[in-house]
T-cell receptor, first 119, second 109 residues
Framework: GAVVSQHPSRVICKSGTSVKIECRSL??????MFWYRQFPKQSLMLMAT?????????EQGVEKDKFLINHASLTLSTLTVTSAHPEDSSFYIC???????????????FGPGTRLLVL | GQNIDQPTEMTATEGAIVQINCTYQ??????LFWYQQHAGEAPTFLSY??LDGLEEKGRFSSFLSRSKGYSYLLLKELQMKDSASYLC??????????WGAGTKLIIKP
């Protein structure tokens, strides 16, 4: 069964609005979750690493004030795209690891993804 | 810099065998992953190699040569449902995953 869920699966919003994407761990207490973005026909790009109870670690070039990450519990991490613009339209995917780090592929699980379209 | 190279697109025939290559240059190595991604969906795990050699899992096999910075994913008895993108990813010395751009595999009847 599914290990990670994301909500919503699709969202269309107007430019300038904020969108919150939830990532839930269904079977594990995930201390670490990852947020990725994927543009059409491109590779996955890691945006940030979300750590429960502490500030997220953002990759170079990712604006932390624009992409707010909150990992308030061991089963929920949220990504908020603030003041969304059309160039933020993308496929956002979260993943979690069940061990202390990604050492084996079996311990990394991806959510189903959220497709964001900003008009 | 860190780099993962794999072909952009490949075409194969149903029932045949196809090999998808991946070469990498990374700062350190802690394993290589292959993922399958159908259009509009998140990636799903296929294989993990950390030692040289061939790992077989049913119709799918993955090979690694660390000295050559090279891996391949071998798909046998191709089915139409195997049409997807196949992503190669390497974990570097900081346990960060470096992703390839993916190989789009098209299966023809």
């Amino acid at each position: 069964g599914a290990v990670v869920s994301q909500h919503p699966s699709r969202v269309i919003c107007k430019s300038g609005t904020s969108v919150k994407i939830e990532c839930r761990s269904l079977d594990f207490q995930a201390t670490t979750m990852f947020w990725y973005r994927q543009f059409p026909k491109q590779s996955l790009m890691l945006m940030a690493t979300s750590n429960e109870g502490s500030k997220a670690t953002y990759e170079q070039g990712v604006e932390k004030d624009k992409f707010l990450i909150n990992h308030a519990s061991l089963t929920l991490s949220t990504l908020t795209v603030t003041s969304a613009h059309p160039e933020d339209s993308s496929f956002y995917i979260c993943s979690l690891i069940t061990g202390p780090r990604v050492g084996m592929g079996e311990t990394q699980y991806f959510g189903p993804g959220t497709r964001l379209l900003v008009l | 810099g860190q780099n993962i190279d794999q072909p952009t697109e490949m075409t194969a025939t149903e029932g045949a065998i196809v090999q998808i290559n991946c070469t990498y240059q990374t700062s350190g190595f802690n394993g290589l992953f292959w993922y399958q991604q159908h259009a509009g969906e998140a990636p799903t795990f296929l294989s993990y190699n950390v030692l040289d050699g061939l790992e077989e899992k049913g119709r799918f096999s993955s090979f690694l040569s660390r000295s050559k910075g090279y891996s391949y994913l071998l798909l046998k008895e191709l089915q139409m449902k195997d049409s997807a993108s196949y992503l190669c990813a390497v974990m570097d010395s900081n346990y960060q995953l470096i992703w390839g751009a993916g190989t789009k595999l098209i299966i023809k009847p």
